[in-house]
């Protein structure tokens, strides 16, 4: 999938199954923006390394979404869930190191369920501005389109309520699109859920 660089999104979240309604949310809440997203499960290359995947799709936007809320310890291993805290190093490196003015205009926001809970695990962030969503997906909704707004300045760009309301009018027309799509509503892959939106968005014009 590719895309201008300018209207393009990094979205760094978990893949499991407890995150999809919040993944489900920020895509929409970037698609409804007009803008693209980018996730690492776009891209299905066995022969192309993951972080490989995610240097270039980092490369490859302007603007990156970070949650890192979900930085738990892992049940089995006992261990907590780094890769969230690996792609925002990667994020903040290509923008604070790259010689290229365009890589150095990178725009990012760091989402948590609660704005002071990453002292406690990353706190060489301090100074970075933290939203939080609560594990909520609608205030996850709320929180990028205010930010997108901040940093595209567009007047244009609906407000959050209205993006919110779009976004559930989606969720109950998702089964129905699934199925004229014939796609399984449960085991949806990303771009699964781009077409459905793709479609969404086509016959409901913000």
Not at 26 to 43: N, S, T, W
Not at 141 to 166: F, K
Request: glycine share 6%; proline share 4%.
């Amino acid at each position: 999938m590719s895309s201008p660089y300018a209207k393009s999104i990094f979205i760094n979240c978990p893949f499991t199954d407890d995150y999809g309604a919040m993944f489900r949310a920020l895509i929409f809440a970037v698609v409804d923006c007009g803008y693209h997203p980018r996730c690492a499960k776009e891209i299905v290359d066995g022969g192309q390394y993951r972080l490989q995947k995610i240097e270039a799709l980092i490369h490859q936007s302007k603007y990156g979404i970070h949650d890192l809320s979900n930085m738990e310890i892992d049940p089995n291993s006992g261990l907590p869930r780094l890769n969230m805290a690996l792609e925002l190093g990667l994020f903040l490196g290509a923008k604070r190191f790259s010689e290229n003015t365009k890589q150095k205009s990178k725009k990012l926001i760091i989402l948590d369920s609660d704005q002071y809970r990453y002292q406690q695990a990353i706190s060489d962030i301090s100074g970075q501005d933290i939203e939080a969503h609560e594990n909520d997906p609608l205030q996850a909704i709320r929180c990028v389109r205010n930010w997108l707004q901040t940093e595209s300045r567009r007047s244009t760009l609906p407000g959050a309520n209205h993006i919110i309301g779009r976004y559930r009018t989606y969720e109950s027309d998702l089964p129905e699109i699934c199925g004229e799509l014939r796609f399984d509503a449960d085991e949806l892959t990303f771009n699964d859920l781009w077409e459905t939106m793709s479609i969404w968005e086509k016959e409901n014009v913000n």
